[in-house]
């Protein structure tokens, strides 16, 4: 499971059973964005400096090339977007 985090991290969690004892396994991993190949809007917002609303409407222009779409889920592409936004002086 996948908690987002406003400082700059992803806190994973990650959860098993060891095979032996059978005891159950709970561990937190802090992962920094900039880490992240994929990130959520709210990620790319805390990230970026750049607005959630800001960030939705980029990603519902067409072609967007920052744009990954798993289902109806909207995810920002960190590199693109690192690359959208040092060509642009402004959005």
Do not use: W
Not at 2 to 18: T, Y
Not at 34 to 45: F, R
Not at 64 to 79: A, E, T, W, Y
């Amino acid at each position: 499971m996948q908690k987002p985090r406003l400082d700059g991290c992803m806190l994973l969690i990650v959860e098993a059973n060891e095979k032996d004892t059978g005891r159950r396994i709970v561990m937190e991993i802090n992962v920094p964005v900039y880490n992240n190949i994929n990130l959520s809007i709210k990620e790319a917002a805390a990230y970026s400096n750049v607005g959630e609303n800001t960030i939705r409407r980029l990603l519902a222009e067409r072609g967007c090339p920052f744009l990954l779409k798993i289902g109806n889920r909207q995810l920002v592409k960190r590199k693109e977007f690192e690359n959208f936004l040092e060509a642009r002086h402004f959005l």
